[in-house]
């Protein structure tokens, strides 16, 4: 199978693979940096190497086309190669929130049947590859520890030295028997179920997706970006590290998200781009001393998953100097983006619209019926194309309430647009909302909260928050007798869930109120927030 031609059409990025846009990669930019973090820099030749060397490791480790491999693990160097290897061995990524608790990971691990589990071995005082031993994932067969000590797995160090039992042209063979329609990647979301739901996206939309994505947003060859969204999200692997190798672009894994150390990054590795949510921006400007900092390499923000105000998008070109500022709207169901604002729209435009639909997808506003309603009217947003996921992993049913008989996907979110094709959310129809630009549901907290031994009821909110976008209350109905201490229940919290699921509010409640049908009624929960 031929390698990708250097400018090639969308068609062609939608029949290739991972493995085959890494040797293109290494091929147009071979010396040029890909993969820049504190303790290990690659070229785009080395990446494409360590990628190789990683797939013989899971070939060795009898990792098979189709096999689950999760990568449990903050931004690291580690996760981009191991992604590439495992999906050059043609398995498929189960990508999991490093913020999950372990309980959390080894729930959806046994969801999909994970075979192997690549994560550390210590983190800032957690052992997550110890804890994960510990848990029951009957399909779990090895541990690969990237860093740090464990007394589970082997070290990332010797899981590559066994893959030189395997010959470099069986792997090759291997990465060249990957299909574009395979699953490269499960990335993990919540429904009005509260159970996670794995997105399964194919190498070829993936592909086709970040190609129009990369292209809409300006990146190109020689830019920096600086990735602090997880690479567990689309946010920060598909428009983060994989977006980069598709155009020569350099990714620099990022983790401490407090304004001195993005500074201090950014400064020091002469970043370009910059993607981050609007909060972030804030939080950032707010700092007494940005200033002290030259940000003058910065060129292109790129932001989503909440309002942007106009005033922050004057400030961010006025003070840091961004020449390129946009805005966009995606879901994991649609492999992470539906709309894209343009280059040179105004701030008027980027601030109150998501921008337009990308090249080769369809959006509409529809009615309760599906017909789409009048130019500025409300309606469901509904999306068709080549970038909508091919299901959720092994739940046909949910799957074909996502996604009618004629192909149109059903975000749950409520939108208009206007006569140019602008795109303006204004809704939501699901109850999720987004805290410091994490999707935070409702249900899947409530699930978890429910299993405290004094809460009868419980019911979650999301309140403005001026610190990050939105936060969850918590109304609780204790059980007879039982005595709640609202802190030490949040403490509870802290150690159940994933810290961005954490309710920052819990109001105490004798009773939940109800509709008609007798469901929680959220709109009164949301009037009773707002009252006080």
Known sequence: MPDLPADPTPE??????????VRRAATLWPSASALEDDVRSFTFAELAEAGEEAARAFMAAGVER???????????????????????????????????????????????????????????????????????????????????????????????RRGAAVDPKE??????????TDVADLIFTSGTTGQPKAVMSTHGQNLRTFDAWSRG??????????????????????????????RGATVLPHRDATPPALLQRIDRDRVSVWPGTPSMYQMVLAHPSW??????????????????????????????????????????????????????????????????????VEVRCAAPDGTEVSRGEPGEILVRGYNIMKGYWDDPEQTAEAIDDAGWLHTGDIGVMDERGYLRITDRIKDMFIMNGFNVYPAEVESQMFAHADIAQVAVVGVPDAKVGESGLA??????????????LRAWCKDQMAGYKVPRHVRLIDELPLNATGKVDKLKLREIAAAG
């Open 171 to 180: 792997s090759r063979l291997r990465a060249d028997s990957v299909e574009a």
């Open 291 to 360: 200033k002290d900092f030259d940000v003058s390499s910065l060129r292109l923000a790129i932001t989503g998953g909440a309002a942007v105000p106009v005033d922050l998008i004057h400030m961010l070109r006025r003070e840091v100097g961004f020449e390129v500022l946009l805005t966009a709207y995606g879901l994991t169901e649609a492999t992470g983006c539906v709309t894209m604002s343009l280059p040179d729209d105004p701030p008027d435009t980027i601030a109150n619209a998501s921008g337009r639909a990308m090249p080769g």
């Open 475 to 488: 109304f609780v109905v204790p059980n007879a007798g039982a005595t709640i201490d609202v802190e030490a």
């Open 12 to 21: 062609q990025w939608e029949e290739t693979t991972t493995p085959r846009m």
């Open 66 to 160: 189709g096999d689950r491999v999760a990568i449990w693990a903050p931004n690291i160097w580690e996760w981009v190669i191991a992604a590439v290897g495992l999906q050059s061995a043609g398995a498929t990524l189960a990508a999991l929130n490093f913020r999950y608790k372990p309980g959390e990971a080894a729930a959806v691990m046994r969801r999909v049947e994970a075979r192997v589990l690549c994560t550390l071995g210590e983190w800032e005082g957690e052992t997550p590859a110890d804890a994960i031993a510990a848990e029951d994932v009957p399909s779990l067969e090895k541990i690969v520890v990237f860093r740090g000590p464990a007394d589970a797995g082997v070290s990332w160090d010797e899981f590559l």
């Open 217 to 246: 947003v300006t990146l190109t060859a020689g830019d920096r970006m600086i990735v602090i969204p997880p690479f567990s999200h689309t946010f920060g692997s598909k428009a983060g590290w994989l977006a980069c190798l598709i």
